[in-house]
Every structure is written in structure tokens, then in C-alpha cells.
């Protein structure tokens, strides 16, 4: 039934993955504008909310040690998969930089696009809108994804966006859609 639906829903997954503050959320969000003004169904599944629905404890308490993420991001995948049978195009930014999500995901989501923003750290320090590694430099933070947190690059990505000085979320989303 679920194989059958996938096959036939014209549904897909972009799966948008980088570290925090590469721009997955507002790149997703331009995407999801542009596939809506075009008339498709497409549903945002960002990072922060996902984790807030589904990766809370019963206490409130949150984890983001690797077996904690790992658990998460293939439980989005299997939301991914469950919505895009129904003909959704689903747009998800989370960090999920361990390949052995790419690979289930590759496996198991009939559409999969998976796109990597590739943005150094130090880009990324200078951004830091959340805080976050400021607060991991002050012994604030821990299970940091790409400093004290070991991440993999995805291997065979269908697109990598190489951080561009001035490169602006409209140019990004221009040649996310040249890729598709
Ligand atoms: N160590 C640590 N402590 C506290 N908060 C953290 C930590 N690491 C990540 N974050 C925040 O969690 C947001 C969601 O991360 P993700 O779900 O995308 O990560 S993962 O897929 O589980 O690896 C993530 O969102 P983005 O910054 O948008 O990537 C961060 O806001
Ligand atoms: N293409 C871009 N160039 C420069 N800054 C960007 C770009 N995309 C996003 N930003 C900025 O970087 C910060 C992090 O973006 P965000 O989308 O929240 O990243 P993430 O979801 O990966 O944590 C925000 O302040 C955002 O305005």
C-alpha cells in the first residue's frame, strides 16, 4: 500500500542539510514560496519545529547528542516518506549531517532531493543568530554539530551550495530549481 502510494502521489522530499546557521530555514522558506506560487503542495518541515513536536521528552528536556539526532532525523525521514505519499512536496531543513540518514533516506524516499549548504565556520561564527557557538566558546553549550559534535558531509548530495560572499537566498533558490 505505502510503495503503491508513493509511486503513484507525485510527491517529493528536498531535504536541505548544513550546519546551524548555513541558511537551511530561509532558503527552505523561499522554496516552499516559490513551489506554492506555482501551485503544488508543498509542506516546510524546519529543524527547530520538527524538534519541538517530535524530539521533546516527555519532561520538556531536549538531547542533541549524536544518538539522540541520529533517532530524530530517521523518524523525520519516515514522516518525509509518509507525506510525500500523498502527493506533498516536502521541503525539511535540518542539520541530519550523518550518513547513515542520506543513506536511508536515498533508500526509502521515491523523490529525494538532497541539497548541502556548505558554509565555513567561520562564516557560521559570524552569523550565529541563535547563539550557538558563541555559547559553546563560553562552555555554555555542548553536542555542537561540527565542533565538538563529529558530523559527515553527505557523499553523493544532488546539490552543494559552496558558501559565496553576497550570494543571496534569491540566487540560491534560482539554481536550487536549475537542479531539480
Ligand atoms: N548543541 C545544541 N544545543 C542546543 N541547541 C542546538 C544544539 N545544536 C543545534 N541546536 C539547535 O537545534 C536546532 C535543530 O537542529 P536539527 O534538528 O536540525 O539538528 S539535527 O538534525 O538533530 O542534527 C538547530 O537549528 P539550526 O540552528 O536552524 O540548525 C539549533 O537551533
Ligand atoms: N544566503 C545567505 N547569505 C547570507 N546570510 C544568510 C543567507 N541565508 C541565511 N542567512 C542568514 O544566516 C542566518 C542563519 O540562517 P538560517 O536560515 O536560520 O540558518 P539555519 O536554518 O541553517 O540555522 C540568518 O541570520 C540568515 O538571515
Known amino acids: 500500500m505505502t510503495e503503491e502510494r508513493c509511486c503513484v502521489s507525485g510527491g517529493g522530499v528536498i531535504w536541505i542539510t548544513g550546519l546551524s546557521g548555513s541558511g537551511k530555514s530561509t ?67 535540518t542539520i541530519s549531517l550523518f550518513h547513515e540518514v542520506h543513506a536511508w533516506n536515498r533508500e526509502h524516499l521515491p523523490e529525494y532531493f538532497e541539497v548541502y549548504l556548505d558554509v565555513p565556520l567561520a562564516e557560521l561564527r559570524r552569523r550565529d543568530p541563535k547563539g550557538i557557538y558563541s555559547r559553546f566558546d563560553a562552555g555554555e553549550l555542548d553536542n555542537v554539530a561540527g565542533l565538538d559534535l563529529p558530523v559527515d558531509e553527505p557523499e553523493n548530495p544532488d546539490w552543494v551550495a559552496q558558501f559565496m560572499p553576497g550570494r543571496s537566498v534569491a540566487e540560491l533558490a534560482d539554481e536550487l530549481f536549475n537542479h531539480l
Open 27 to 93: 532558503l527552505a522558506g523561499e522554496v516552499v514560496r516559490r513551489l506554492r506560487e506555482q501551485g503544488k503542495v508543498a509542506v516546510l518541515l524546519d529543524g527547530d519545529e520538527l524538534r519541538d513536536a517530535l524530539g521533546r521528552s516527555d519532561l520538556g528536556s531536549v538531547n542533541h547528542g549524536r544518538d539522540a539526532r541520529l533517532e530524530l532525523a530517521l523518524r523525520y525521514g519516515r514522516l518525509c516518506r509518509l507525506v510525500a505519499s500523498q502527493g506533498v512536496l516536502v521541503v525539511i531543513a
